[in-house]
């Protein structure tokens, strides 16, 4: 870390050298002057989680600060860089199990206390490219293949290059090369850090306001995680076609590196979702299929998003899964609502997995700070265990 610090930093003053008709003293003070017309803000999320899981005696109560501490430098001839430093604090007992404190007697909530840098790169901008070398946010599309799981106290990050092109035009490209990932569990975990030769490419278009879609390719070739080394492309598209929006995906996926398993398989996707009266309706259906007893797997998405909140398909069976939901949403004045039901099955062999119902409610009780509210009921049926959980969450940002 210390030596992608310093190269990030000899980066940004080797900026002179692009700039020869600016003296050294010059370079300098303006250097000076990016550092202080920065930007910097603090973070404060504390969150309650509560676990009520069937197979475990004691309930989880999860009781978490995150702090978060940001800079951004202002722009330095098109250089610019960015510092994070994340805090996790335990307020009062730990009696949940973080996955590193020992607690096995409890659920899980992977919340492990601790501190790092969540983010440090330097980057440099022009109108059409953007280059960002370090540890950084990635989020492609909907988060679905690649994401940073935000959800979570400790985000995930990447360690590693990224270059981004827009022609001002509608078309956009996003190339990343990443030999880290540095995930939610902590840096006291051993299953902090998922190293490997790994490419990340994502190219959008947007038709026009109403029309947008995607290309993506990813080699996940992992060091040590053979079983999810992967090869995905795939498309997606989210537009509005009369008064109905619309979100579908299809990708192809297959072992690549040192994974021991040879498969071929498929990720479908289709979403349709509009407003009768004052409430947003919508129907989906998700499939992550299945092949030679491998199922699709997604390990860099924000999982949380999909297949309901109790978490329960992080990682795909092995005979996949299907889900078709249901939801619904609304306002009332600043309250905002949301009700999600899932029901789940396998890809192969026509088992009936469980069925979930969610819940969510934001809102924003001042300025800059907002509460929200959160359930997730899993009900099994040949997949996991009877699951409630209950999140209470207030965010402050300066």
């Not at 599309?141 to 022609?167: A, K, P």
């Not at 053979?226 to 192809?252: E, L, P």
């Amino acid at each position: 870390m210390k030596t992608r610090l310093a190269t990030a930093i000899a980066t940004i003053c080797a900026a002179g050298l692009l700039m020869p008709n600016v003296s050294v003293a010059t370079g300098f003070a303006d250097f000076q002057q990016a550092i202080t017309d920065g930007d910097a803000n603090v973070k404060l999320r504390y969150r309650y989680e509560r676990v009520d899981q069937y197979n475990v005696d004691k309930d989880a109560n999860a009781s978490t600060l995150l702090t978060r501490l940001s800079y951004k430098s202002a722009d330095f001839g098109g250089f610019y860089t960015q510092i994070e430093f994340d805090n996790v604090t335990a307020l009062g007992n730990e009696n949940f199990n973080s996955t590193v404190n020992g607690n096995t007697n409890y659920p899980v909530v992977a919340d492990p206390i601790g501190s790092d840098f969540n983010q440090a790169y330097v980057g440099y901008k022009t109108k059409s490219f953007h280059f960002t070398a370090g540890r950084q946010r990635i989020n492609h599309n909907n988060q679905r293949f690649v994401g940073g799981v935000g959800w979570r106290q400790n985000e995930q990050t990447y360690d590693g290059y990224r270059l981004r092109y827009d022609n001002q035009s509608g078309l956009n490209v996003d190339y990343s090369y990443v030999h880290n990932v540095n995930r939610i569990f902590g840096t006291d975990s051993p299953n902090s850090d998922l190293g490997g030769n790994i490419h990340l490419l994502n190219v959008t278009y947007k038709i026009n306001a109403d029309h947008k879609v995607a290309g993506f390719a990813y080699e996940l070739d992992f060091d040590t995680a053979n079983a999810i080394a992967t090869r995905t492309f795939g498309v997606s598209y989210d537009g509005k076609i009369s008064a109905v929006n619309v979100h579908a995906a299809y990708a192809r996926q297959n072992e690549t590196g040192d994974n021991p398993t040879d498969f071929s398989t498929d990720y479908l996707a289709l979403e349709l979702n509009t407003k009768l009266s004052a409430v947003n309706v919508g129907i989906g259906y998700e499939s992550l299929g299945s092949d030679n007893g491998k199922g699709f797997t997604t390990p860099l998405a924000t999982l949380h998003k999909f297949q309901g909140f109790a978490d329960k398909f992080l990682a795909t069976p092995g005979q996949g899964i299907k889900d078709l939901y249901i939801e619904a949403s609304g306002s009332i004045g600043k309250l905002k609502l949301l009700g999600v039901w899932h029901q789940f099955e396998s890809d192969v062999g026509s088992i009936d997995y469980g069925n979930e119902f969610n819940f969510n409610a934001t809102y924003p009780v001042y300025k800059n700070t907002n509460f929200l509210l959160r359930y997730a009921n899993y009900s099994a049926d040949d997949f996991a265990v009877d699951t409630n959980k209950l999140w209470a969450m207030m965010t402050f940002t300066f």
